[in-house]
Structure formats: structure tokens, C-alpha cells
């Protein structure tokens, strides 16, 4: 079956740097997302691999490696605002999302 | 308005009511999503709908009934729902699906309870 694993919660402090793992099995691959979603609100689109490496957007950066089956989203300057779910979904061969079931990140003072 | 609005934000209804919820895309998107996200479970993609027809239907309940009349608009109609059905209904569009895909971007949701 497909799947998608990501931790449940993470807890960081403000200023620091975290890190969000997920790992896919999915048939086929055509890209791995990552979006962010504050409580009560729509999810946001933040990043987008398909190659592999790593993806720098400001603060946030994302990779991903193939052969693992292995993305992370990497935020660093950690801000009280970062404060969300953070949802990682691959698209697979049909160009269906597997979606996982998001980590919810804490910033702590 | 911009980008992706949906209505009711919050909606409460019994077992035996038939309402609706109503998704408008302000982006020129061509595909069209209906998703129900319920606490600390994946996002469950319930119906696609691509040039205004629907080429994905995940075996939903058809208590569930989707309806796309045009590009912009797409209604999801509710009829003798469960309590397991309580969950967040959030609505995506996209510029082109399949092959062509792009990012989705995402509504506000609907918060749905069910007495």
C-alpha cells in the first residue's frame, strides 16, 4: 500500500532551527509537497522536489532523496508565527496525492 | 474575493437534513478537489473533478454528492450524514491535473458537525 510517515508533534524553541522528517512509499513518484496548515485554516503551499537535493526558500528549505524515499523541511530562525501543522503528500504514478497525516509544530519563547 | 472561498465556514446538522457546501475558485484553475480532513488522520481525497468532469470518485459514501457546473463553482451536497462524517470538508483547486499537475491551493474548509 502507499504511505506516508511523518512525527506527530515536534516541539522547538523560538530562534532555533527544526527540522521535519517524512518518509513515502508510494507506487510510482512524481514529486513530494510540503504545505503548512495554522489551526483553523487552509493549507499553504511551501515547497515542491522532484530531483533530488535540497530547495532553499528563505527560512524554509527542503529535500528530498529518491532512493530513500526521504524528505525533510528544514526551518530555521524558528518564529512564534511557525507555529502550524506541516503536511508532506507525494504525488504518485497517477498523479494522485498520498497525503500524510501533517506534524504538529510548538514554538516555545 | 481571491483565491479559493468556501460556505458555510461552520455548519451543524442533523442525521436526517440534506444541506450543501459551496466551493468558488477565483484563480482560472481547470480541476477542482473535494478532501475531508479529520483530527490527526491524512487528508482523504474525496472527488476530482478536471474540465468540469469528475475523474476521481475514492469510494465515497453516496450520501455524498459532489456537482461541478462550471470551472469556478463546485457544491458538495449532504444527505443523511453520520456522526463519523463530523470532520473539516476543505475544498482545492489547480491549474491543470494528471500529467499537467501544479500545486493545489486550498479553501478555508467547512467545519462539519453531525448530531
Known amino acids: 500500500g502507499q504511505n506516508i510517515d511523518q512525527p506527530t508533534e515536534m516541539t522547538a524553541t523560538e530562534g532555533a532551527i527544526v527540522q521535519i522528517n517524512c518518509t513515502y512509499q508510494?507506487?510510482?513518484?512524481?514529486?513530494l509537497f510540503w504545505y503548512q496548515q495554522h489551526a483553523g485554516e487552509a493549507p499553504t503551499f511551501l515547497s515542491y522536489n522532484v530531483l533530488d537535493g535540497l530547495e532553499e526558500k528563505g527560512r524554509f528549505s527542503s529535500f528530498l532523496s529518491r532512493s530513500k524515499g526521504y524528505s525533510y523541511l528544514l526551518l530555521k530562525e524558528l518564529q512564534m508565527k511557525d507555529s502550524a501543522s506541516y503536511l508532506c503528500a507525494a504525488l504518485d504514478s497517477n498523479y494522485q496525492l498520498i497525503w500524510g497525516a501533517g506534524t504538529k509544530l510548538i514554538i516555545k519563547p | 474575493e481571491t483565491g479559493v472561498t468556501q460556505t458555510p465556514r461552520h455548519l451543524v446538522m442533523g442525521m436526517t437534513n440534506k444541506k450543501s457546501l459551496k466551493c468558488e475558485q477565483h484563480?482560472?484553475?481547470?480541476?477542482m478537489y473535494w478532501y475531508k480532513q479529520s483530527a490527526k488522520k491524512p487528508l482523504e481525497l474525496m472527488f476530482v473533478?478536471?474540465?468540469?468532469?469528475?475523474?476521481e470518485n475514492n469510494s465515497v459514501p453516496s450520501r455524498f454528492s459532489p456537482e461541478c457546473p462550471n470551472s469556478s463553482h463546485l457544491f458538495l451536497h449532504l444527505h443523511t450524514l453520520q456522526p463519523e462524517d463530523s470532520a473539516l470538508y476543505l475544498c482545492a483547486s489547480s491549474q491543470g491535473s494528471g500529467e499537467n499537475y501544479n500545486e493545489q491551493f486550498f479553501g478555508p474548509g467547512t467545519r462539519l458537525t453531525v448530531l
Open positions: 508510494t507506487s510510482g513518484f512524481n514529486g
Open positions: 473533478y478536471s474540465l468540469e468532469e469528475r475523474v
Open positions: 484563480l482560472g484553475h481547470n480541476a
